[in-house]
């Protein structure tokens, strides 16, 4: 199944490194006639644009910020003749001690991961009734939505806050044609090589309890983006999808642990 964004104009946030990077070049490859990338980080942003010419679109911009929103779908609809697919990727993962969590802190992470989520989706939702284009949305969440970390109370109760809201959003746009999914990446390889040993020494002891036993590659996570814009995603909205590595249903058992223990009959229940 090849999909095509030939004529289509797309907006990509969180653009300046990572998968957001890896989405800019893989809706490039698919034909996309006009890509806004969208970040608050000038020169990386700059850096994911570089090779692409006049296809891509750089805008420094926060999505915290209504104006910003604003001009950047502005940017979309001005530059390429309306917007038929926005992508909110952009967002923060600040890690703190619940007991000693700032409350500037958590309201960062909400500004951007939530609201700049709710912000991006109703201008481009507004954009596309306007366009009378069919449109299609994708937010991101985590699987830290689904399971908590130490640390991660702002990001993972801010994530599932997404969920809700995509579920929201997907009804209230189905009127109009507009399809609206979300993604929910686990462990992607997005870390500058090479890796600090602390963070090596880490993933050497998570990598093996993922039932694919690796992290994924961001080209992973575009390519479910990439079918979720398309025509072929037609039927799909409300959604969340899981790009994961299996992580989602449980993790490898110990290696001791087999269907062919010689102490346990798997099929009758009883052991032997």
């Not at 020494?201 to 690796?214: D, F, G, T």
Request: glycine share 10%; aromatic share 6%.
């Amino acid at each position: 199944m090849k999909v095509s964004f030939e004529g289509k104009s797309v907006i990509v946030t969180g653009a300046a490194r990572g998968v957001g990077r890896a989405l800019v070049r893989a809706f490039v490859e698919a034909g996309a006639s006009g890509i806004v990338a969208v970040d608050r980080d000038e020169a990386g942003l700059h850096e994911t644009c570089a090779a692409f010419g006049d296809a891509v679109v750089p805008v420094v911009a926060d999505v915290r910020q209504v104006e910003d929103v604003q001009r950047i779908v502005d940017t979309a609809v001005e530059r390429f003749g309306g917007l038929d697919v926005c992508v909110n990727n952009a967002a923060v993962a600040p890690k703190m001690a619940l007991l000693d969590y700032d409350p500037e802190v958590w309201d960062t992470v909400y500004a951007v991961n939530t609201r700049g989520t709710f912000l991006m989706t109703q201008a481009a939702g507004r954009a596309m009734v306007a366009g009378k284009r069919a449109g299609r949305i994708v937010n991101f969440s985590s699987g830290s939505a689904k399971e908590g970390g130490p640390g991660a109370a702002a990001y993972a109760s801010s994530r599932a806050a997404t969920e809700a809201f995509g579920r929201v959003a997907a009804i209230a746009l189905a009127p109009y044609g507009i399809l609206v999914n979300t993604v929910s990446p686990g462990l992607i390889d997005t870390q500058p090589k090479p890796l600090p040993p602390r963070m090596k020494a880490k993933l050497e002891q998570v990598i093996p309890n993922l039932p694919l036993a690796r992290p994924g590659e961001p080209e992973e996570v575009a390519h479910v983006v990439l079918f979720l814009a398309s025509e072929h995603a037609g039927y799909v909205t409300g959604s969340v999808w899981d790009v994961d590595g299996g992580v989602a249903v449980g993790s490898r058992p110990p290696e001791e642990i087999v269907d062919d223990d010689p102490r346990y009959d798997w099929v009758t229940g009883r052991e032997r």
